[in-house]
């Protein structure tokens, strides 16, 4: 996909010259005793001559940076279904709640995409499964080639009087 490209499901659409695609796809399990895990995806162009283990050594300080009383329990190779990665779980703290999260790289077209399931510490060892699961079903294929943007193209129905007083 290129770079002025942004795609989720069946929403694809061509970005101006600057932008980039900063999308984070994000699925929410069932409520359980008051929580929600999720599973948040993001991706980012990968460094120049920078490998998986070196992109989460990269990311490390800054995530023990920004999270409440983190504690890494454990990182390393992995693969799940398809994909090889790396895979980091480590604890923290976040508006009170104890939570785990298992952070999985993987390096695709010269992205590194992020997958992080989050669930409540306490509750990772029975939920675990479901991340793995998760992980194993990831698919990294080839993204249709996306037109360039036309400055003709405008919705039907909508006129620019109204665009301009809602853009105010």
Known sequence: MSSRTMQHGN???SLPEG???????VAVGPMEKGFRSS?????????????LVQH???VLPMLRKVTEQFELVAEGPATFGTQ??????????ARGAKLAQLQFYVMS??????????QLAERMTV???????????????????????SPRIRPKGVHFRFMR???A
Do not use: C, K
Request: net charge positive; glycine share 6%; proline share 6%.
């Open 84 to 93: 090889n990665g790396f895979l980091r779980e480590y604890r923290h703290v």
């Open 39 to 51: 599973l948040a995806v993001s991706s980012e162009p990968a460094a120049p001559r920078e490998g």
């Open 11 to 13: 929403l694809r659409m």
């Open 109 to 118: 077209g010269g992205l590194v995409h992020t997958f992080t399931y989050t």
């Open 19 to 25: 932008w980039s695609d900063a999308t984070q796809i």
């Open 127 to 149: 939920s675990r499964a479901t991340a793995e699961r998760l992980f194993a079903s990831v698919f990294l294929g080839d993204a249709p080639v996306a037109t360039p943007m």
């Open 165 to 167: 007083s809602i853009a």
């Open 56 to 58: 989460a050594a990269r």
